[in-house]
């Protein structure tokens, strides 16, 4: 981003507060966030000092709060010693050993449920079985997994014993696998034969074994789960089955205290460009940040069923479905599958069947679900619903209000949470029985973070209309501690773009008049079109907007005399036009844009598929878009993307 304006022209003017209802029963009323925002103020480490002594079970009190002596690698109650698997389960045993921990239904429609009681046992035999196998503290596990409860079974089991977990999502390939187990290390792999997503079998075991015939030498042991009975070659002396790893296992495995700053687990992810960053979190302040959000954001009740959609391979699940939602002992459901199987229905109909009340998912899961019609939501009572959450990307303004409605009925506030891998928990959002929300936009950062959005020199913008970085400008509990293995890479990618003083998300933002925060997309999406800087994100949310489209994605390419152009990338409703009927589709889709965001958006060239190039995860990928939209010849590595096929369409040569 150069030190011209990123302007911001999105219009979006609808405000939705709180119902008083929501209010009346709400966790946190309007006078309880004044409080929570005036103590962080006025003493910001004695806020998260008085939190981590109120929240936390600690074998041994902390003394020391934070510890800035090495910025930007900063410590959190660095002379405290905790458990998180204790704080998550044991914790919960004496009001709640009987309430059900986990409901679980699988693809196939089996459904299993477990109690805080039952849970904790299973993680007893389970670490009981790591350290059977020679796993012992501070050693690296990879869990490579479908979404099952044993997934999140072996990952607080490593809590419970200090072995350090680092989850890799099922969808990712047998490469990405030996990646990140050779970056990381780890002496052990769980697994499973397979697991059910989109009416296939995702044969896990054999892309471990593809991924493990070639390097990965630190791995000893692999434990195998039996999910989708679809055989597994299992090797004498290095695969156990799971059930045999557990057989005559004690229910009792004492919790092993950890320093505060003991890596609780790893999760790589990929920045704009290079290998994937194991992203480090730390036990205390990961927990502390995990359980607090998942309290205020969610307003969890005890007789909640939080419904978290995100797989356990990225952060989301970590933090939303393994860690913060047990801490505060409460119900989560998991489901393994997809949400088109056997039909769009299938979210819904989980939520009426077992009681959902908080919901969390991801835009892109929203618009797929729209793209059902109204009447498939309407077939089912989502009446115990009275929360919604979106997480992941910017929810543009017209998914927003289908959610509230159709999903909703006008009744659940929804919660826009923006928040990264590396933030290990929600930065920003709105809190539930506080803030009036505005589609589009995720309100304001939570207490205890302070967030800002600053121009290059790394000053606070001016005007509400101006873009600028999201920068986070003090340490908070919750943030990455380092890049594995790289602390330079750290530095480099997060601080030394201001001088060491502020942690730099990558994402640029605005803030209206109201002080409320507007994502504009990553630092790399930013489009430079005739001088003007525009959010790909308005674009998209313009084209989305108009009755026929249902998902875009827009990119920047180079042009003569704009310096910038815009390409987009349109799925319509229906069928995909060719001939006559695209090109005059093309030119209402223009005229339309230029109507919504004004003639200086206008997408130069819009190519129409079935389907946008999607990594698992569901997140588009720009920079194929961007290979495309150049009409360059595409070098990257494909095979992680859900719909390969798609590519053809998009060059316009299917
Ligand atoms: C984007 C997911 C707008 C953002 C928790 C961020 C969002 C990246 C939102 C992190 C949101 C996440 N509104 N953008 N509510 N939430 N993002 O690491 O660009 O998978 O930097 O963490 O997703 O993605 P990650």
């Given at each position: ?63 020391e709060?934070l510890d800035a002596s090495n910025a930007p690698n900063y410590r959190w109650?660095a ?396 340490p ?179």
């Amino acid at each position: 981003m150069s030190d011209k304006k990123i302007e911001s022209i999105l219009n979006e003017n609808r405000v939705f507060p709180p119902s008083d209802a929501f209010v009346a029963a709400a966790r946190l009323k309007p006078a309880d966030a004044e409080a929570l925002y005036a103590e962080a103020a006025a003493d910001y480490e004695g806020f998260w000092a008085r939190l981590a002594r109120e929240e936390i079970a600690w074998a041994t009190p902390f003394t020391e709060v934070l510890d800035a002596s090495n910025a930007p690698n900063y410590r959190w109650f660095a002379d405290g010693r905790l458990n998180v698997s204790y704080n998550c389960l044991d914790m919960n045993l004496a009001e709640r050993a009987g309430k059900t921990a986990i409901i679980f239904e699988g693809e196939g429609g089996d459904q299993r449920t477990l109690t805080y009681r039952e849970l904790t046992d299973e993680v007893a035999r389970f670490a009981n079985a790591l350290k059977a196998h020679g796993v012992a503290t501070g050693d690296r596990v990879v869990i490579y997994m479908p979404m099952v409860p044993e997934a999140v079974i072996a990952m607080q089991a490593c809590a419970r014993i200090g072995a350090i977990h680092s989850v890799v999502f099922g969808g990712f390939s047998a490469n990405s696998l030996r990646d990140r187990i050779i970056d990381a290390g780890a002496k052990m792999l769980i697994t499973a034969d397979g697991g059910h997503r989109g009416g296939r079998v995702v044969a896990l075991k054999a892309a471990a074994d593809e991924a493990l015939a070639a390097g990965c030498e630190t791995i000893e042991t692999v434990i195998v789960l039996k999910r989708a009975d679809c055989g597994a070659a299992m090797q004498d002396g290095r695969d156990v089955w799971w059930s045999d790893a557990v057989a005559g296992q004690s229910t009792t495995c004492d919790p092993v205290p950890v320093d505060a700053e003991h890596p609780l687990f790893l999760l790589y992810t990929s920045g704009s460009t290079g290998k994937p960053k194991g992203i480090q979190h730390s036990s205390a302040g990961y927990l502390l940040a995990a359980k607090l959000t998942s309290q205020w954001t969610f307003d969890l009740h005890d007789d909640d069923v939080f419904w978290c959609t995100a797989d356990v391979g990225w952060v989301t699940g970590h933090s939303y479905v393994a860690y913060g939602p047990l801490a505060a002992g409460a119900t989560v459901v998991m489901y393994e599958g997809a949400p088109t199987v056997p039909d769009g229905g299938r979210f819904w109909s989980i939520c009426e069947r077992h009681g959902v009340t908080i919901f969390y998912t991801a835009p892109t899961a929203i618009r797929a679900l729209m793209k059902f019609g109204d009447d498939v939501p309407a077939q089912y009572d989502l009446s115990s619903l009275r929360l919604l959450g979106s997480v992941g990307e910017p929810i543009n303004p017209e998914a927003w209000i289908w959610y509230h409605e159709v999903i909703g009925h006008g009744r659940c506030p929804i919660v826009d949470t923006w928040w990264q891998t590396e933030t290990g928990s929600i930065m920003i959002t709105p809190l539930p029985g506080v803030t009036p929300t505005k589609p589009g936009s995720c309100t304001k950062a939570l207490p205890g973070i302070d967030v800002d959005i600053v121009d290059e020199a790394g000053n606070p913008v001016g005007s509400p209309e101006e873009g600028g970085y999201i920068v986070i400008k003090r340490p908070w509990p919750s943030m990455l501690r380092t890049i594995w293995g790289d602390n330079d890479r750290y530095i480099e990618t997060y601080w030394q773009k201001f001088d060491n003083r502020y942690y730099m998300a990558g994402d640029s933002a605005h803030r209206d008049a109201d002080g409320y925060i507007w994502m504009m997309g990553r630092i790399d999406d930013v489009l430079n079109v005739s001088g003007h800087r525009l959010g790909t994100m308005e674009v998209e949310s313009a084209l989305v907007a108009h009755d026929s489209v249902v998902e875009a994605a827009v990119v920047g390419f180079p042009h003569d005399i704009k310096g910038e152009g815009i390409f987009a990338y349109v799925v319509l409703r229906g069928e995909r036009p060719t001939g006559d009927a695209a090109e005059s589709l093309t030119a209402t889709l223009r005229d339309w844009v230029g109507k919504q965001v004004g003639a200086i958006a206008k997408p130069d060239e819009i190519r129409f598929a079935d389907n946008l190039p999607k990594t698992r995860s569901g997140k588009i990928m720009r920079r194929l878009l961007r290979v495309i939209a150049r009409g360059e010849e595409i070098t990257q590595d494909t095979s992680t993307l859900e719909n390969e096929a798609i590519l053809d369409q998009l060059r316009g040569k299917a």
